[in-house]
């Protein structure tokens, strides 16, 4: 099943059942969200997904060069799973590939997780990065500002220090100059703010922030890492805000700025011309802040990507019952990755399925201990 057919079916929302309640307001916060949301039907924010091209490159740009933590040893093998051993993600990759012969695919990942985007040093937001072979895939490199682009955002303690080390290793820059460009102000943030764009080695960009005086943070001490944030580029603000709202329920409360924002200092850090409308929610359980931009006059046939290209994102929510969300899909008639309607079993009691927004860009849902494999 092709992601176009899948969006087609996810634009049917917007005279589905949780539009029916179009004029209630979808933007209730009066300043962006800095306290932390009470988990409810999500308990946190799981991951920041990536299709890679390589795990190994992975590890060494973002633990090695930036300090992220990793799960298991460093030299560990990382051996590619396939259908006999990791028939879960495949089931996914089945419908949404595109390519005939699927379930050929080979697949690994490894997680490393992010310091300061737990609530208390725990449950922390990570990547989890996926290389995915044997299948026919090509590269996913949206601009900046098309409708379905990402970009992670790392809160760093020392700037300079570690693009130093960056440029040592010839890591792309997108910034215009190559060089940090102070920020005159953030909605959310508070300090005197320089930032900087990469790309990691598959082109996603990610965006080193380092905020003075430094942010409250549950890393520990001598963490090179403070926290994170990740930021979406949409087609139409209140469309992809009402789907996740929808999907994740009451507790995922935003702010918004219909007006438009953006100046040099903008342009200069994404290297991309253009003004925007923001809008902010915090994920339950979780310090991790979603920004989301429309930019004015975007290209509105913006590329689609499979789900094994290499640069494609998804973020992953921990649902406290894959059931109550899967309901609200239903309910919304939004195509799901899941040849029976239902969860998929990942593990003998973990759950997950994917859906695609209004734009593109998959988000996941886990849950754990709910219910046992039959």
Not at 259 to 274: F, H, I, N, V
Request: net charge negative.
């Amino acid at each position: 099943m092709r992601f176009a057919n899948i969006l087609v079916t996810a634009l049917a929302i917007l005279s589905g059942s949780f539009f029916v309640s179009a004029q209630q307001p979808w933007a209730t916060l009066n300043e962006p969200p800095t306290t932390l949301t009470p988990a409810g039907d999500v308990l946190s924010c799981g991951h920041l997904g990536r299709q890679i091209g390589n795990v190994e490159l992975m590890i060494h740009f973002y633990h090695d060069l930036l300090g992220l933590k990793l799960m298991g040893g460093r030299e560990q093998a990382r051996p590619f799973g396939s259908k006999t051993t990791g028939p879960a993600l495949l089931e996914f990759v089945q419908l949404a590939t595109g390519v005939p012969n699927p379930m050929e695919a080979r697949n690994r990942a490894v997680i490393m997780p992010i310091q300061g985007t737990g609530a208390q040093g725990g449950n922390e937001m990570t990547i989890e990065a996926i290389e995915i072979k044997n299948i026919a895939s090509k590269p996913y490199r949206p601009s900046m500002k098309d409708p379905g682009a990402s970009r992670l955002i790392l809160f760093v303690r020392d700037l300079d220090k570690t693009l130093a080390v960056l440029k040592d290793e010839l890591v792309p820059v997108v910034t215009a100059g190559g060089n940090p460009v102070v920020v005159p102000s953030h909605p959310g943030i508070t300090g005197k703010i320089r930032s900087v764009i990469v790309r990691d080695p598959d082109g996603y960009p990610v965006e080193l922030m380092e905020v003075s005086p430094e942010p409250a943070s549950s890393a520990p001490a001598d963490s090179k890492i403070l926290g994170a944030r990740v930021v979406f580029v949409v087609d139409d603000l209140e469309t992809t805000c009402r789907w996740y709202q929808h999907l994740i329920g009451p507790d995922l409360k935003f702010w918004a700025n219909s007006s438009l924002m953006g100046d040099k200092s903008d342009e200069e850090l994404t290297a991309t011309p253009g003004r925007f409308r923001m809008a902010m929610a915090m994920i339950p359980g979780s310090p991790v802040v979603m920004e989301f931009l429309e930019y004015e006059n975007h290209d509105k046939n913006f590329a689609r990507p499979h789900v094994q290209d290499p640069g494609t994102a998804h973020i992953l929510f921990m649902a406290k019952d894959d059931d109550i969300i899967m309901e609200r899909i239903r309910s919304a008639k939004v195509q799901t990755l899941s040849a029976t309607g239902a969860p998929v079993f990942i593990g003998p009691v973990t759950r997950s399925f994917f859906a695609t927004n209004p734009d593109g860009l998959w988000a996941e849902f886990m849950d754990h201990n709910v219910k046992k494999r039959p």
